[in-house]
């Protein structure tokens, strides 16, 4: 059995890890401002050279802007996990049923927090989301509706108060709707996914977390079972 020796871990690399820390724990926030490296330093014990180290490498990451002047947090931690989510999905060429499964494990994991803590201001957000897709039905407007869509799921992500399994959704929502576009969106597929989500919102509405994630279950199993229709009628065209 071949024994390797533990990696001793650079200064730098301690300074990068703990500001890293301090990103995901709220310490410091995009747009904030780092003390000089003088004050930087002193707080973490360790020589000027290893604090310009690590800088250089967070800017690298794209976590830090620098300047003479001043160095910047550019970004937030989970924005980025976002992005090396959605980058790894897509790399991997995930299958249409792997991205649906993901989204309906974490939508009723969201929908039941949502239930429990919802307020007024965001169930009148969640209804005028709704208004727009009834009204986008009326007027036959795909793209209304599909846009009124997202950002109805979306809130309910924000809503759940967990940034992980938001930050999750936001990696494959772009995937998701640009799958569900392919769905014919005609009035009347329009106006039974609006009663859908009217449904949704209610169940929230009473605090039914029982409730809300059985709607939304039937809801993304409809639009599951829509899109695999559509796809049996596309292989049969093809096939002739």
Known sequence: ?????????????????????????????????????????????????????????????????????????????????????????????????????????????????????????ELELLEKYIDLMEKAAKTESMDDFVASDIEFHRSIALFSRNSVLNSLYNSIIFLLFKVQTQVAYDKGVMDESAAYHRRIYQALAKNDAQLAEKEMEAHLLDIDERLNHMLIIENLKNRN
């Open 1 to 121: 059995m071949e024994i390797k020796p533990l990696k001793k871990q650079s200064l730098s690399d301690f300074v990068v890890a703990q500001i890293k820390k301090m990103i995901i724990d709220g310490e410091l926030r995009k747009g904030d401002k780092l003390p000089g490296e003088r004050e930087l330093a002193q707080r973490f014990e360790v020589s000027r050279a290893s604090i310009r180290e690590a800088l250089k490498i967070l800017s690298l990451q794209g976590l830090l802007h620098r300047t003479n002047a001043r160095t910047v947090v550019t970004t937030d931690f989970l924005n980025i996990i976002e992005e090396t989510l959605t980058l790894k999905i897509l790399l991997e060429d995930s299958s249409y049923s792997d991205i649906i499964a993901a989204r309906l494990a974490l939508e009723k994991s969201m929908v039941i927090l949502a239930a429990k803590e919802i307020k007024k201001n």
